[in-house]
């Protein structure tokens, strides 16, 4: 018999993804994608044959998830439902329950399924917070020195916690965390992807954080990986950061989309945070202003060279095909280098520099100096 994969979080765009992806895998019997909602849109059909996908609508918060696992004989478990927001609810405790106690319940449930192989889980790099005092690159074995206090990356830090301790009580389960840097490309839907649509980009004065980003191409190949069993010469089970290669600052990022910024102070800008999540216009967390004040950046050697993955893009490539499809900004790349050009045109040739002896001075200036001290009249000796 093949494997079974339940995937939960199919209702959103990485979900659904990877869920097209792994059905083409020939070793897969079955699929069952499980929800608070359907997806938006109709799960897509891969081309070829394909392993029957089966949905089921239910809240993870209740313990109806272990007689889906029973029913359907699941073997892998992909838990991609922990997000910073919700699907229906933006209220931060309904989605901390959903987050948290949601991972309880469906860990609950594998510890009782006897038939669970393999576990993999979706964290965010987030767990490291983002401070001042961070060290330059962060590895799976740093301890952050200031923990993130809420939001989605204590949710991501407690389900973390969860997870370990299931890995204890069931050590013949592999046992997988994926800790994704941002996560972008032409149709993915994250808060920070919000905040890049923005006509204007509010920055805080004074900071230009280093981001590093992932393509959600990488990030489903990723997935797939680590829910298959090993590749030879490689170990998938562990905890493995996620981002493509290099880092860009807040400023690049600002100009490749074309995006004007408004430099604040921090005050400003985390009242002007509050005031958009309040009206709904973006969600911009405490958590995500410190990154955008701070910034972060891990270190993947582990993805590469025992998880056995080297993403097909890089940090700047991925963000490229994230800002091609968002269309140009205000400012256009291009346009701005054409009115660069057109001035330097107006201002004319630059002049050469003169050459000055050590002493300062250009021989144009000493020849002078030499002129006026032979034309100058001598007084005559008494």
Same mark, same amino acid.
């Given at each position: ?17 990877? $869920? ?74 309904? !989605? *901390? ?14 510890? *009782? ?8 889980? *979706? ?30 990356? *204590? ?17 013949? $389960? ?28 509010? #920055? ?34 562990? #905890? ?28 400003? !800008? ?13 969600? $911009? ?88 001290? #032979? ?8």
């Amino acid at each position: 018999m093949g494997v079974v994969v339940l995937v939960t979080g199919v209702a959103r765009h990485l979900g659904a993804r990877f $869920v097209a992806e792994v059905r083409r895998r020939p070793d897969v019997d079955l699929v069952v994608g499980v929800d608070v909602q359907p997806p938006r849109r109709p799960v897509e059909e891969p081309d070829g044959p394909a392993a029957p996908y089966r949905f089921h609508q239910l809240d993870l918060r209740r313990p109806a998830v272990a007689r889906v696992i029973a029913e359907h004989g699941v073997d892998t478990v992909v838990h991609l439902s922990v997000s910073a927001t919700g699907l229906g609810s933006t209220n931060r405790s309904a !989605v *901390k329950e959903s987050n948290v106690i949601g991972t309880m319940q469906l860990l609950g449930a594998c510890q *009782k399924a006897p038939g669970v192989r393999r576990l993999v889980v *979706k964290s965010t790099t987030g767990v490291y917070g983002s401070a001042p005092r961070d060290p330059a690159v962060f590895t799976e074995r740093i301890q952050p020195k200031n923990p993130p206090g809420g939001g989605f990356a *204590k949710d991501a830090a407690e389900v973390e916690g969860y997870v370990r301790g299931f890995a204890r009580r069931r050590p013949d $389960v592999a046992v997988t965390v994926l800790r994704f840097a941002n996560i972008v490309g032409p149709a993915a839907d994250t808060p920070l992807g919000e905040y890049f649509a923005l006509p204007v980009l509010p #920055t805080v004065l004074g900071y230009d954080p280093r981001l590093q980003f992932v393509h959600e191409d990488d990030a489903v190949a990723v997935l797939c990986r680590a829910a298959a069993e090993p590749e030879p010469g490689t170990v998938n089970t562990g #905890t493995f950061n996620v981002a493509g290669e290099g880092v860009l600052l807040l400023s690049q990022c600002a100009r490749r989309l074309g995006r004007p910024t408004l430099p604040l102070l921090l005050p400003a !800008v985390s009242w002007m945070a509050v005031l958009a999540r309040q009206t709904r216009l973006v969600d $911009v967390s405490p958590e995500q202003l410190r990154l955008l004040t701070h910034g972060r950046v891990v270190d993947t050697t582990r993805l590469r060279e025992t998880f056995g993955y080297r993403p097909a893009f890089t940090t700047p490539e991925a963000f490229a095909d994230f800002a091609a499809a968002r269309g140009p900004g205000l400012l256009p790349p291009e346009r701005l280098a054409a009115a660069a050009d057109r001035l330097t045109g107006l201002l004319g040739p630059e002049p050469a520099p003169a050459d000055r002896s050590s002493t300062g001075r250009s021989r144009t200036d000493r020849s002078r100096t030499d002129r006026d001290r #032979t034309d100058r009249p001598t007084r005559p000796r008494s």
